[in-house]
């Protein structure tokens, strides 16, 4: 089960982003311009990809790489909803606190469990629903900080502009996942030549908000190019290289598994985090984030594991043919 292994890696580097972010900060701040590592990752995933095709030519037969413009022109549809997402994500902070919206997030659980259904119609069983909203109920419980706390009313305090906000966040990123598997599992083209259309769109968009910083701006800083690298450091880097290379995890699930599996190892991640936490950087545990942790592991199981392990199955009795008896019917009897 290739699929389990490259989840695995994805919940280990996904839980490491933060941690590694973090440490990339001086004093609690950043040195470099943040919007500078998306860029660069977007190139990374891109020279990767491209590195791959090129072996994966050598080969023979050669892979198949379709060129049609009508199949290309879909591929920058995901960078697009990414960018709406961003904007969506910038505007709904104006209206919610960081651990709301953290928790509205949790919402994209179970939204892309619904497209999931809807675009890619992919039935999923009663006991499979079951765990997803047991997924996003672990997850929201591990970031619910306690009732005595302030910002325990805050969650529910935020105006309806804060929460229609949060709500179409989780959705355009449900519908940018799912529509990524769309796109990846349209055709039987080679996994890489699909990343380099994706990346190069991605990379494309990346710039285009560097340049309009700089507008915004007045380029006081000067151009992006001249100040690209500047305040980076080997954590920084680090930041660059796991962010490209769960970039290129997650394109590989979505070819060759699916977003829910995407969905289980980003929401493991975020607890392995927390919990790694604990010991970096003096992070308290609380009660929830034990029950969240709990909750989430009992989800994972009901979704994985096979139906007989969580429902008892009536066993099928075999009849030995040598117990049966033949019992004479005379033809002259009436029925």
Same mark, same amino acid.
């Given at each position: 089960?290739?699929?389990?292994?490259? +989840?695995? *890696?994805?919940? @280990?580097?996904?839980?490491?982003?933060?941690?590694?972010?973090?440490?990339?900060?001086?004093?609690?701040?950043?040195?470099?311009?943040?919007?500078?590592?998306?860029?660069?990752?977007? =190139?990374?995933?891109?020279?990767?990809? %491209?590195?791959?095709?090129?072996?994966?030519?050598?080969?023979?037969?050669?892979?198949?790489?379709?060129?049609?413009?009508?199949?290309?022109?879909?591929?920058?549809?995901?960078? @697009?909803?990414?960018?709406?997402?961003?904007?969506?994500?910038?505007?709904?902070?104006?209206?919610?606190?960081?651990?709301?919206?953290?928790?509205?997030?949790? $919402?994209?659980? #179970?939204?892309?469990?619904?497209? /999931?259904? !809807? /675009?890619?119609?992919?039935?999923?069983?009663?006991?499979?629903?079951?765990?997803?909203?047991?997924?996003? #109920?672990?997850?929201?419980?591990?970031? #619910?900080?306690?009732?005595?706390?302030?910002?325990?009313?805050?969650?529910?305090?935020?105006?309806?502009?804060?929460?229609? *906000?949060?709500?179409?966040?989780?959705? $355009?990123?449900?519908?940018?996942?799912?529509?990524?598997?769309?796109?990846?599992?349209?055709?039987?083209?080679?996994?890489?030549?699909?990343?380099?259309?994706?990346?190069?769109?991605?990379?494309?968009?990346?710039?285009?908000?560097?340049?309009?910083?700089?507008?915004?701006?007045?380029?006081?800083?000067?151009?992006?190019?001249?100040?690209?690298?500047?305040?980076?450091?080997?954590?920084?880097?680090?930041?660059?290289?796991?962010?490209?290379?769960? %970039?290129?995890? =997650?394109?590989? !699930?979505?070819?060759?598994?699916?977003?829910?599996?995407?969905?289980?190892?980003?929401?493991? +991640?975020?607890?392995?985090?927390?919990?790694?936490?604990?010991?970096?950087?003096?992070?308290?545990?609380?009660?929830?984030? /034990?029950?969240?942790?709990?909750?989430?592991?009992?989800?994972?199981?009901?979704?994985?594991?096979?139906?007989?392990? $969580?429902?008892?199955?009536?066993?099928?009795?075999?009849?030995?043919?040598?117990? *049966? =008896?033949?019992?004479?019917?005379?033809?002259?009897?009436?029925?």
């Amino acid at each position: 089960m290739k699929w389990c292994f490259v +989840a695995s *890696l994805l919940t @280990v580097l996904t839980s490491s982003q933060g941690i590694l972010t973090t440490l990339s900060q001086t004093n609690g701040k950043y040195k470099y311009d943040y919007a500078t590592i998306p860029f660069l990752a977007e =190139v990374f995933k891109l020279m990767v990809s %491209g590195v791959f095709l090129w072996r994966e030519r050598k080969k023979s037969p050669p892979p198949k790489m379709t060129t049609d413009w009508r199949t290309v022109r879909l591929f920058p549809i995901p960078s @697009v909803i990414y960018l709406i997402h961003n904007n969506v994500q910038f505007s709904t902070l104006m209206y919610v606190d960081t651990s709301t919206y953290q928790i509205m997030g949790n $919402l994209k659980i #179970v939204t892309t469990g619904i497209l /999931f259904r !809807l /675009f890619l119609k992919k039935k999923l069983s009663n006991l499979k629903w079951m765990a997803i909203v047991l997924l996003a #109920v672990g997850t929201t419980t591990s970031q #619910v900080k306690g009732c005595g706390e302030a910002s325990c009313d805050s969650l529910f305090s935020a105006p309806i502009q804060g929460y229609m *906000l949060g709500i179409l966040s989780a959705c $355009l990123s449900a519908l940018a996942g799912v529509y990524t598997e769309f796109l990846m599992k349209k055709n039987n083209d080679s996994l890489y030549w699909q990343n380099i259309q994706l990346y190069t769109f991605g990379s494309i968009f990346n710039m285009a908000r560097l340049v309009m910083d700089d507008f915004r701006g007045g380029f006081e800083k000067g151009p992006w190019w001249q100040r690209l690298f500047n305040g980076y450091s080997i954590t920084t880097w680090l930041v660059v290289l796991n962010l490209g290379s769960t %970039g290129l995890l =997650v394109s590989w !699930l979505m070819k060759y598994a699916d977003n829910i599996i995407k969905v289980y190892s980003t929401s493991m +991640a975020m607890l392995l985090t927390m919990v790694l936490s604990v010991f970096l950087f003096s992070f308290k545990p609380t009660l929830q984030l /034990f029950l969240g942790i709990i909750i989430c592991i009992m989800s994972l199981h009901m979704y994985f594991a096979p139906p007989n392990m $969580l429902v008892d199955m009536p066993s099928t009795i075999k009849s030995d043919p040598e117990s *049966l =008896v033949n019992v004479p019917v005379d033809p002259k009897t009436d029925s």
